[in-house]
């Protein structure tokens, strides 16, 4: 496939904003057409800097990642941990990352309410970051949390692993099996303004 074909369809997920914002929110997608091409280290540590720099509640920073770059055993792994309808377009991804959270304050040892709310101000930063790199991302909840649990060695009780990103530079749509294609090359939609906020 050619240059332009990926390109078309990185331009196909571009948003139409009602307003002006970052390039890279509006070009930001949950890809899943990837090139096979492992990440590297230096790329994937500025991804997570971008990540630790996330607001969170009394700065607690309740995020934890771990992280595989495509061709390593834990790669394996971790995508067998996926669900069927995960795995056949992860398979070319170019690292696989567990997000989990502290389920308590370190403060106090109490519930931490906040803490999937800042998960997702993180990975939403780090999304960001990898956007322009020209890096795209996909979270996914469609895997065996408990298998993933035991992978890791992690006590669900004290670090609950609540989704899994695949990473990669962007393929063409034409890789990917049915209905995956049509997904990849179908246009992103948004509820309008109006529909979300209101003035008060």
Same mark, same amino acid.
Not at 73 to 89: I, K, M, S, V
Not at 119 to 128: S, V, W
């Given at each position: 496939?050619?240059?332009?074909?990926r390109?078309d369809?990185? /331009?196909?997920?571009?948003?139409?904003t009602e307003?002006?914002v970052? /390039?890279?929110?509006?070009?930001?997608?949950?890809?899943?057409?990837?090139?096979?091409?492992?990440l590297?280290?230096?790329e994937?540590l500025?991804?997570f800097e971008a990540? /630790?720099?996330?607001?969170? /509640?009394?700065n607690?920073?309740?995020w934890?990642y771990?992280?595989?770059?495509?061709?390593?055993?834990?790669?394996?792994?971790?995508w067998?941990?996926?669900n069927?309808?995960?795995q056949?377009?992860?398979?070319n991804?170019?690292a696989?990352?567990?997000c989990?959270v502290?389920?308590?304050?370190e403060?106090?040892?109490?519930?931490?309410?906040?803490?999937?709310h800042?998960?997702?101000?993180?990975?939403a930063?780090?999304l960001?970051?990898a956007?322009?790199?020209?890096?795209?991302g996909?979270?996914?909840?469609g895997?065996?949390h408990?298998r993933a649990q035991q992978e890791?060695?992690t006590?669900?009780?004290?670090?609950?692993v609540?989704c899994?990103?695949a990473l990669?530079?962007?393929?063409s749509?034409?890789?990917?099996?049915?209905?995956?294609?049509?997904?990849?090359?179908?246009?992103?939609?948004?509820r309008?303004?109006?529909?979300?906020?209101?003035?008060?």
């Amino acid at each position: 496939m050619t240059a332009d074909t990926r390109t078309d369809a990185r /331009a196909l997920k571009e948003a139409n904003t009602e307003h002006d914002v970052l /390039a890279v929110i509006r070009e930001r997608f949950s890809a899943r057409a990837f090139s096979g091409e492992p990440l590297n280290e230096d790329e994937l540590l500025t991804l997570f800097e971008a990540a /630790a720099w996330a607001p969170s /509640a009394m700065n607690e920073q309740p995020w934890r990642y771990r992280y595989t770059p495509r061709g390593e055993e834990a790669f394996d792994r971790l995508w067998n941990c996926l669900n069927t309808g995960n795995q056949p377009w992860t398979k070319n991804a170019g690292a696989l990352v567990v997000c989990s959270v502290m389920t308590t304050l370190e403060r106090n040892g109490q519930p931490n309410s906040s803490r999937l709310h800042d998960l997702g101000l993180a990975n939403a930063q780090l999304l960001m970051q990898a956007t322009s790199m020209g890096i795209f991302g996909h979270l996914m909840g469609g895997f065996d949390h408990a298998r993933a649990q035991q992978e890791l060695g992690t006590d669900p009780q004290k670090e609950e692993v609540f989704c899994l990103l695949a990473l990669g530079r962007l393929s063409s749509p034409d890789s990917l099996e049915e209905p995956f294609r049509t997904r990849e090359l179908t246009a992103r939609t948004r509820r309008p303004l109006g529909a979300i906020v209101t003035r008060l």
